[in-house]
């Protein structure tokens, strides 16, 4: 009777105890019932004891449970809901809960409960392939299970896609942060410094330039293609001396090739936003060191010029030292006209601006520097080794050109890389078998780094392509929204003009009440002005008696 009495009362108190989460709750702030008062804790381990079996409710889905086998995992959410006692304790490990039908809401998505509930149940935890890893690993921390509970089986495909995953939104938040709008400030010129920008510098952001690029890439060909044929002897002019100078018209190409990549230079300088960074930029730096060169020749062919009057128009004698001084002043100037005409091949880097491929060579040799330095130091290991080896077994032989180990250097480069000019080779036995064993390792070392260099470069290439395709699928939407607030604006304005020319009940807009009463005032007036010679006199009279 007393265990009755006991029952009873649980029974009465807790028909009021559907307990919900307090406002500063973090995990729900939409109460199902009105708010009531929390249940004691004594009335809370009365209802443990009384229900062996719970009810968890996880998103709507209903689980029905033994206390005992939550107690498997302590340091779980649930483990500790079952050592909770208190109120507060039970709202910090749930969303809400109602001791008269046993159950605990939990406000999460029920597709990982299965998986976390086996848990319980086996003690092996496993992935759900059909579920984002990420949000999987976000039902982990909910529920505090550690990922190192994940099965053998799964925890390497866990962490693999997990780490995928992690990269691929890395990748994706770079590119966002390196497609922020650009400031350019608040003056009176931004409006059109902004547009330069996207002229010269974007070629996605209008037809106009596109053309722009186009033209660009023309002229770095051109450009490129008139230097290779100014160096023809059949193409080339001769000039008093019997000196090789250029064709004046291949030279008049180079001249407008080079106003135009100075033009586009400045224009780009004017509309960039940071001219710091854009003076810093490594393609900037590339597009100066292919316009410079032409400049300073002409700088140096001027004294070059005058140098070459002077000596043309004044006889020395050889043994005068001024003659000599002069002559090497004008060698010296020759030559450093011929570096400066050397690095105009510099031009053709203008391309990676515009070639994906190009720019995905650039990342390679980047991000590739430390299988580039191993390759370097095996190539470098098998050169000394080999070698040395090849110079003591070829050393004392009749007209050997391993005169020496850093001469017979070559001989393991080229062998090594597979080239072989075959100027110089072994001829004894032994020196043949280590050629045979210096080829062979050649071979090895080129191959190990390689593929990792491959890799690099087509993941780069892979994320350009998708970043560029990204590009096309914004402008496709923003493009597909204007579309639609035209259409837009299109069906209003043609309802519009449906409603004036047929206005139907209304010819009018509805008016306020004080404009509505002077309207119908003015009607009246207007009404006794043409009905009034209609009256008859007796009317009139009788009015006017009154």
Known sequence: ????????????????A?????????????????????????IIQKSRQLNRRVILNVGGIRHEVMWKMLEQVPRSRLGKLVQATTHDQILGLCDTYSLVDNEYFFDRHPRSFN????????????????????????????????????????????????????EEMKKEANNVKKEVEEVFGNGKFVKYQKCLWDLIEKPHTSFAAKVISVISIAFVVVSTVGMTLNTMPAIQHIDAEGNAVDNPKLALIEAVCISWFTIEYLLRFAGSPNKREFV??????????????????LFLMGDDSELSATTSTTTITPLDPEADDGGTSFDDVRRIVQVFRIMRIMRIFKLARHSTGLQSIAFTLKNSYKELGLLMLFLAMGVL????????????????????????????????????????????????????????????????????????????YNDQMKREKAVKRKEALEQARRDEEEARLAEVEGLV?????????????PLSPPDGLLLR????????????????????????IR
């Open 1 to 16: 009777a007393g265990g009755d009495g006991s029952g009873g009362d649980v029974e009465d108190t807790t028909n009021n």
């Open 18 to 42: 559907f307990c919900l989460p307090e406002p500063d709750s973090p995990h729900s702030g939409t109460p199902l019932l009105v708010e009531t008062i929390a249940p004691d804790p004594f």
């Open 115 to 166: 998986s976390i509930l086996n848990f319980y149940r086996t003690g092996k935890l496993h992935v759900i392939d059909e579920m984002c890893v990420l949000a999987f690993s976000d039902d982990l921390e909910y529920w505090m299970i550690d990922e190192v509970f994940l099965e053998s089986c799964c925890q390497n495909k866990y962490n693999t896609r997990k780490e995928h995953v992690v």
């Open 280 to 297: 810093t930029n490594a393609m900037n730096i590339v597009d100066v060191l292919a316009i410079l060169p032409y400049y300073v020749s």
């Open 385 to 460: 080794i080999f070698s040395s080896l090849c110079y003591f077994a070829e050393k004392d032989e009749e007209d050997t050109g391993f005169t020496s180990i850093p001469a017979s250097f070559w001989w393991a480069i080229i062998t090594m890389t597979t080239v072989g000019y075959g100027d110089i080779f072994p001829t004894t036995g032994l020196g043949k078998l280590i050629g045979t064993c210096c080829a062979i390792s050649g071979v090895l070392v080129m191959a190990l780094p390689i593929p990792i260099i491959v890799n690099n470069f087509a993941e780069f």
């Open 497 to 509: 003009d449906l409603l004036q020319r047929e206005p139907g009940p209304f010819r009018s807009p």
């Open 521 to 544: 005032n003015a009607h009246s007036a207007r009404e006794n002005s043409i009905f009034s010679p209609i009256r008859s006199p007796q009317l009139h009279e009788r009015h006017s």
